[in-house]
């Protein structure tokens, strides 16, 4: 079993690497994704996996049986489950405005989000930069 869900963890962090890399916007969101995944799997592992009795303590028990699984493992993934889930669809959101404003998914092709003339073509326009706020100029 402890085998199994560590071949499966080394292929999704695999699959999240190769995903990653791809200049691909919606292919780099999954591979974060997966990247998320298997981190979670990874944290469940540690709190023991397998046929155990549940992490509950028993009516006047001080502690937890023998054998029984942690539940922090348990409620760290469910919280990073939740956390995840919101941060991807974040990310979703922000990929299809880049697609809207950009025509494109492609990082390589997207020419206006990094421009390679910026001496040319400033940040803040020069107008905007050297004018005073209204209640600045009635004072001088």
Do not use: K
């Not at 079993?1 to 190769?18: F, Q, S």
């Not at 981190?39 to 992490?55: D, E, H, Y």
């Not at 073509?121 to 004018?131: G, L, N």
């Amino acid at each position: 079993m402890e085998a199994a869900l560590a071949l499966t963890i080394g292929l999704l962090v695999a699959a999240a690497a190769y995903l990653l890399l791809a200049r691909d916007l919606p292919r780099a969101l999954l591979g974060f994704v997966l990247l998320g995944t298997s981190a979670n799997l990874a944290i469940f592992a540690s709190g023991r996996i397998g046929g155990m009795t549940p992490p509950l303590v028993e009516p006047g028990a001080a502690a937890l049986v023998a054998g029984a699984a942690n539940p922090l493992p348990q409620a760290l993934v469910l919280t990073a489950i939740v956390i995840g889930f919101g941060l991807a669809a974040f990310a979703l959101v922000l990929v299809m405005r880049a697609h809207v404003a950009f025509g494109t998914v492609a990082a390589e092709e997207m020419e206006e989000a990094e421009r390679p003339d910026f001496a040319q073509h400033p940040a803040v326009p020069e107008s905007a930069a050297t004018r005073r706020p209204a209640a600045r100029q009635e004072a001088a």
